[in-house]
């Protein structure tokens, strides 16, 4: 089924907002799971598409686009690793750059890997908008371990001053629980390096969803 990721915007009248969209993308990947920040005039949204380039496992590809105002980026990739893609997440911030991460299967996937194959291979990545060149740089992957991580989240007040954490099961299961512990891990990113990941709370039930607040960091 065609589907489209779409843009809007608001134009203050006297009583009421009107919402004015047009397509950023058409026919998208159905599960592209957006997610857009923004900081000032800088926009950034990101999202997955489906890059039928790539074999079957590993057509996921986070893709972003942004806006200084009225115009939108053309759609490119963040790292064109040909691996398998997941649950993108960005921030941006006002002197136009931005940080995202997501979730990075570390191999590309052979047509006969199992889902289980998959999940051990789930590492958290990283990349910087850099706001002169337009481009991604120092992509790099946090975690290198064999089980799952996964919804990576991002609170930051600048690029060099920003806080990810996530979620790790060494037993490599979707939801955690009493047996099979889900801990929490964090990395700072302060004057352009990432520190070491760290688990920073063990959670011995399921977590189905979660946020990070913003605060002075």
Not at 27 to 42: D, M, V, W
Not at 109 to 125: G, H, L, Q, Y
Request: charged residues 20%.
């Amino acid at each position: 089924e065609p589907r489209t990721l779409a843009k809007a915007s608001f134009t203050a009248g006297d009583r009421q907002a009107v919402a004015q969209n047009s397509p950023l993308q058409t026919q998208i990947f159905p599960f592209s799971h957006p997610c857009l920040s923004s900081a000032g005039t800088n926009t950034v949204v990101i999202w997955l598409l489906d890059d039928q380039k790539r074999t079957s496992l590993n057509r996921t590809a986070a893709v972003f686009s942004s806006s200084y105002g009225a115009t939108w980026s053309t759609p490119a990739p963040l790292d064109d690793d040909g691996t398998a893609d997941f649950h993108p997440k960005i921030a941006a911030f006002a002197d136009g750059s931005a940080i995202a991460a997501w979730e990075n299967e570390r191999f590309a996937a052979p047509d006969t890997a199992t889902f289980d194959d998959m999940k051990s291979n789930v590492e958290i990545a990283v990349a910087v908008f850099d706001a002169v060149s337009g481009a991604w740089t120092n992509p790099q992957t946090l975690t290198t371990n064999l089980f799952l991580d996964r919804s990576p989240k991002i609170s930051g007040r600048s690029k060099d001053n920003v806080l990810l954490v996530w979620i790790g099961n060494e037993s490599n299961d979707l939801l955690g629980n009493g047996s099979k512990t889900n801990r929490l891990w964090w990395s700072r990113r302060q004057a352009g390096t990432w520190s070491r990941a760290q688990v920073g709370l063990e959670i011995p039930f399921p977590i189905l969803k979660y946020d990070l607040v913003p605060c002075n960091l």
